[in-house]
């Protein structure tokens, strides 16, 4: 039993929920994701992405499953389709440590729906959070990214974001490596941390970042 129930467990996200939403009358399905939780340095960017339901069905993956030529070639399928809106919305690592990652990322959320230019009827959110403040009907689902083919494609349009904007960083700020790790705390990141200290966009209210400017 084992076995069959491996071998018929879904291993890509799909159309179920926006379809059974699109079936109670709602048009303008809403999937949210982000991207920059986690790195000690540069923005959080989000993206919310509505799907029209005459969309032709492609398999998709979420973005942690693909490479960066995966994700950057996925990237110009989504945001070159008719039947596809998508919005983005970023955040500095100023704003962040001022109100903290995750107010920070739900202010993300809303200017990519701010950016998406349409009326949203239903969000989905990857995560265990809604937006507050807000009235639409929401729906949080935990790692909704492997389930949901909005959220899905969200979360490769927030990472393909971000990277680019690691990689101008990178360019301001060579000795860090940002281009390689994009922030995340990686040995060559903790490096060139304690060598050249926190540069203008490292988060002072990570860990890492703050026990350094307390050293």
Known sequence: MADRAYQTKKTHP???YEKKLWQQGYNFVVGLDEAGRGPLAGPVVAAAVAINSKFKIQ???DSKKLSASQRERWYGILTNQPNIKYGVGIV?????DRI???EATKMAMKKALDDLGVRSEYL???G???LDGMNINQKAVKRGDEKIWSCAAASIIAKVTRDRLMAHYDRKYPVYGFNKHKGYGT???FFALKQHGPCAIHRRTFAPVRFLLNS
């Open 128 to 130: 265990n959070f809604i």
């Open 124 to 126: 989905l959110l990857d």
């Open 92 to 96: 500095s690592e100023k704003i962040i």
């Open 14 to 16: 799909d159309f179920n």
């Open 187 to 189: 040995r060559a990141h």
């Open 100 to 102: 903290n990652i995750l």
């Open 59 to 61: 398999e998709i993956n």
